[in-house]
């Protein structure tokens, strides 16, 4: 408090504002030594000097208004800002928080190696360059239940305050958004004035396209320009935005490399994105459906091809023990072995695959219940 008083009173000398009419800090300290000589000690005091003193408490009155309602109005702006009202990013919907999304890539998803490396890394890189030239664009591919979804939703819940619920995340499923082929120049529209109205609200929206691979190829090229290197697309800039497309595509290249590692001997984390981005680029362009026959794969504007494993046994273990935990039901080792064993496993001779990963762990868990 201290400080700003002498800080105030420095810039107002400085200034030498009317206000004062004061020429230097000596005259400052006149006054004051005028007034405590004339009013507290009760000395001869020459003609106007009163006049001089009054005008200095005048002044004096003022700026103590003004300080009392600057600190009335920075606590009214600490206690708003308590509320989550108001943050230091300018947006409060954005958080951004790549500590808790590296956290919570290695603590609740397992059995994905490979996808906590690459999603942290695209999108930590992402964040934290602003000048980005293009949407930052991810294509997650593998099985149903290893994750793909799930990982979506670290994401959202880590850059955004409200997580998927925010206004700055958009999913859509495209067999129950798209459902109809012969709609499609109508959901171009859709899906175009859908996009432009949420990146004016939120230039960094999180856009999920969940069964990409059902996308009509007309539908995925008419926002092909919202993901490509332009500056803007009729005004409005893109560059912000994340797009992730969530599909099956490429699960069976994934899982055999997944499998020769297990048959070789070798740790499934020894798999590096040097033994499946090839094999998984070229599998989702000789696809069938519309993803693969879009613009956005010829165009290579995707920038990440995140692989998702087939998850083992002991995965499974470990998402049956995390849902007993998220519903606040004690466990033990012989219970998470029972769900466990209730999943179907390939090939049926090893027995080595969950067939539907983590997706069902839900409806099994409830089996056991008493």
Known sequence: MLARWLLLLV???HAEADFFHFDSISNVSTYY??????????????????????????????????????????????WYCSLGQCCESGDCRITNNITGLAKDLRTKLH????????????????????????PLTLSFHGWSGTGKNFVARIIADNLYRDGVKS?????????FHFPHARLV??????????????????????FIFDE?????????????????????????????????FLSNIGGAAI??????FWHSGQNREDIGMEDLEHRLRAETMES??????????????IDFYVPFLPLEYRHVKLCARDAYIAWGLETDEATLDEVAKAMLYVPKEERLFSAQGCKSIPQRINFFLP
């Open 111 to 134: 059995g994905q190696h490979l996808a906590q490396s690459v999603v942290l890394k695209a999108v930590q890189g992402f964040i934290n360059s602003p000048e980005s030239n293009k």
């Open 167 to 175: 206004e700055c995340v958009r999913l859509f499923i495209a067999p």
């Open 185 to 206: 120049d109508t959901y171009k529209g859709q899906l175009r004035e859908a996009i432009r109205d949420m990146v004016l609200r939120c230039p960094q929206t999180l």
């Open 288 to 301: 069938q459906g519309g993803f693969a026959q879009s613009a956005l794969m010829s165009g290579h504007l």
């Open 212 to 244: 990409a691979e059902k996308l009509h190829p007309g539908l995925i090229d008419a926002i092909k320009p919202y993901m490509d290197h332009y500056d803007n697309v009729d005004g409005v800039t893109y560059r912000r935005a994340i797009f992730l």
């Open 33 to 78: 030594f005028n007034y405590i000589y004339c009013n507290i000690w009760e000395g001869e005091c020459q003609p106007n000097q009163d006049d001089a003193t009054q005008q200095v408490l005048h002044s004096l009155m003022v700026w103590s208004t003004f300080l009392w309602w600057s600190d009335y109005m920075g606590v009214l702006h600490q």
């Open 11 to 13: 810039c107002a000398v």
């Open 255 to 260: 899982n055999d490399v997944a499998l020769d």
